[in-house]
């Protein structure tokens, strides 16, 4: 009477156990000192049996964790004199975030990690999203961020521009213009590359007055512009009817000429 109790609890301990709990295996079950409970199982994972028909004195297996879940403690168990030597191995949930400094996340982020494979990149100081990708989902991992922020590009410092109203950087693909005062001559548009300004950076140029203005007699110069800045050379010569030696005058960066003027005689 007390056997058969006993064979009952053994049906529904080995029920899910690769051996059939046919009542002649479960006689050799108690005989051979076999463990009376199938291997503790870890919450997401499994024990895999190695079925070994010539030895049933022993249960072996090892442990797996389900797709996404990465064991910790020992991946193998047996059973000995009817006890499982090891306890269940922890099945954690993988960390996007811990399979390199910046896990998943491109070069110059930094990789936060929400828990349940959710994460997201965040650009490191001086960095900006390059505005690429914004939603990523494999089988395991979820990225949820602002948008663009996967690939982080270094932001341009501003001082270059000189003016100090100015933020002290832009990030990547921003345009500046930039224009003179008046009196001075020069604009452009600059882009921030990368952490490189693309384009011309402001140089301001003195503006000379029209050669005109000199007030030369009897002479023209060379080359005719719209506008002269500083660096800018002309050179005089004297008109027909008239004899002097050619002469050449400088924009200086103080906006005024310098050099010489010629003296032009009748011929
Ligand atoms: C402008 O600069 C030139 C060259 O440096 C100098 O010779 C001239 O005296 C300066 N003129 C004025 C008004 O400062």
Known sequence: MFKFVVLILFVSALGQDIFPPSPLRLLEVINSGRCLYPAPRPLNGYFVYRSNANDISVDIGIYKCNTCYSLLGSDHNACWQ??????????????????????????????????SGIYTCICRNGYSGNGKRSYYKNACFTYRGIKGIDGCLKDCDTTVLGNPSLLDSYPHDVKVEWTCKAGLQGSGTVRCSNGRWVGPLPNCLSLCAHPTRLDVDNADYWPKKENYVETDHVTWRCDIGYYGPETQSVCNSNGSWTGHVPICLRN
């Open 82 to 115: 009817r006890r499982w030597i090891f306890p269940a191995p922890t099945c954690r949930r993988k960390d996007p975030c811990a399979t390199s400094v910046a896990g998943p996340c491109m070069s110059n982020a930094e990789c936060v990690s929400y828990g």
